[in-house]
């Protein structure tokens, strides 16, 4: 506010121009104001929308999806052979489970050194895994038992092989270090060949870098090393039936089963039982009611008007709160022609809507639908023509980049900041409205001030006269 003192009139100048330019502009800052803080709890009001609306087209898109129909449960009768695991459709039944054999890594192991550091010889060794091999150079470098191990381990290309040296007693009170050589993958098919071009010319004798050989497919050749752990497949029983596997992780033996042996069990059955899991398909549909009434909820709210207080919802009378409530209803109160099964709407299932529009569940009627017709609760979902199909449709173009809720926000943030001109611009006029009246206001005072002098000299002027008068 710019003020100025009054010359000499007497005038509270800036007392006047105050209330003149409170006269001009308040009425019109109070109402743009309260445009812009309606306009943004809109702005507001839409995000809360979106973020529901989200919410239901997550867990609609769940129940589009068939596979969400296929989680199974799977129990095994002893936990501590065997656990097993679901994934995709799996066909229920009870299968019968004997455990014979774990799958085991291979192991070889040297012959003694008097400690790691004793020197072994030089050359090269090629470590073979199953069908894939490396090769390792030995020279001055790292010739020793430790310098061999930390060669192997370290090799860029290393195709699954680890080397440890354990120190164990000598049999006269001391310590002797040997090698242990072993496949990081169980199974026959990961078994160990190791070969040898020894540096001292004879590749498969006990002395030098040689000591190393190991060749079982060589039948003329005696291997140096000692298998202390041979490369065998996990052996089980399906309902009778032999499946081999080269690791303690059976996938697929029972399609969309995997089965994680724990320890050996022969001669001993335990049933696998796999069925439906029901309790996890009713939580995903209970998580869709839910949302469905959260936002039903958010909706009526938004458009309520209260007749007693007056007070109206923020989005009362909007057309896309209006669509969309129409087209969600709408849907999800629908019967659908053409399935196959026994049910066409949600009221089949035990769900039906209440007075607000929200949706309830009745228990016994959803989990009997859900134990002894399965296959047609998935229908009424996930089908071409399903309700959760539909709706994922419909709530997409709420929800997505630069739809319907994205371009009524941004037209509400253009109205905000065309909003945010308009005060700025009205500022900016009473600013010089102001300016104006201080220099008329102020010219005035000067030109009272200057009357106020001439009058007070002119009454002198006559009071002489008089004066002169009345004593002549």
Known sequence: MISVPGVGSGLDINSIVSSLVSAEGDAKTVLLTNKRTDTEAEIS??????????????????LKTSS???????????????????SGSVAAGVYGIEVRDFAEAHKLLTKAYTDQDTVV?????????????????????????????????DATDNTGVSATIVNVDDGSGGTESKLILSSDSTGVANALKITVDDADLTDTDSSGLSAFYYDTGDATTPE??????????????????????????????????????????????HDL????????????????????????SYVNNATAFDTET??????????????????????????????SGNYSSLVDLGITSKSDGSLEINDTKLNSALSTN?????????????????????LTQYTKTDGIIDNKTSGLNNTVSDINDDIESLALRLEAYETRLLAQFTALDILMSQLNSTSEFLTQQFEQISNISNSS
């Open 273 to 296: 039982t796999i069925a439906s899991d029901t309790t996890t398909i009713k939580g995903n549909i209970e998580t869709f009611v839910s949302n469905y009434n959260s936002l039903i």
């Open 68 to 86: 969400t129909f296929d989680a199974n449960t799977s129990t095994s009768a002893d936990t501590s052979v065997y656990t097993a695991t679901t």
């Open 310 to 339: 007056g007070i109206a919802g923020i989005l009362l009378g909007d057309s896309i709160m209006r669509n969309l409530s129409t087209q969600i209803r709408t849907q999800i109160s629908q019967s659908i022609t053409g399935l």
């Open 374 to 394: 399965l296959d047609d609760v998935e229908e009424i979902f996930s089908s071409s023509s399903g309700i959760a199909t539909g709706l994922e449709s419909t």
């Open 45 to 62: 009001a839409f995000g809360g929308l979106k973020s529901i609306v989200s919410s239901l087209l997550s867990s609609t898109t769940i």
């Open 121 to 153: 010889g030089t050359g090269t060794l090629t470590l073979s895994v199953g069908t894939s091999s490396f090769d390792v150079v030995i020279d001055s470098s790292n010739n020793t038992l430790a310098g061999i191990r930390t060669a192997i381990n």
């Open 224 to 269: 140096q090393l000692t298998q202390i752990n041979a490369a065998i497949d996990a052996e089980i029983y399906i309902d009778g039936q032999k499946v081999l596997s080269s690791s303690n992780t059976v996938v697929d033996a029972i399609q969309g089963v995997t089965l994680t042996l724990l320890k050996e069990d022969s001669g001993n059955v």
